[in-house]
């Protein structure tokens, strides 16, 4: 059983910067596809970046050039780094695991982003 819980949530005004982390219980980057999607009321969720452990990572064309992940294989913990925020990046953000074989998906409980002024 993959727990994922992620982090780093708030209010930020246009323009700003936030950071969400994602701890997973255990070591398990290897054999899983990491990925952060997000889901804002009324709509789907939808895949915002991904990283895989000896891929390239994938974003959202509306977040490319804003939005970086990275994993730190050491502390078994995913991060979105998220510059020049936008109001319509305001959503629930979800960190999820995928295995790579039998793609099975853990997710975490998600942590709100609100992007106002």
């Known amino acids: 059983q993959v727990q994922l819980v992620e982090s780093g949530g708030g209010l930020v005004q246009p323009g700003g910067s936030l950071r969400l982390s994602c701890a997973a219980s255990g070591s398990i980057f290897s054999l899983y596809v990491m990925g952060w999607y997000r889901q804002s009321p009324g709509k789907q969720r939808e895949l915002v970046a991904a990283?895989?452990?000896?891929?390239?990572?994938n974003y959202a064309d509306s977040v490319k050039g804003r939005f970086t992940i990275s994993a730190d294989n050491a502390k078994n913990t995913l991060y979105l780094q998220m510059n020049s925020l936008k109001p319509e990046d305001t959503a629930a953000y979800y960190c999820n695991a995928r295995h790579i074989v039998i793609n099975r998906d853990y997710w975490g409980r998600g942590t709100q982003v609100t992007v106002s002024s």
């Open positions: 990283i895989s452990g000896g891929g390239r990572p």
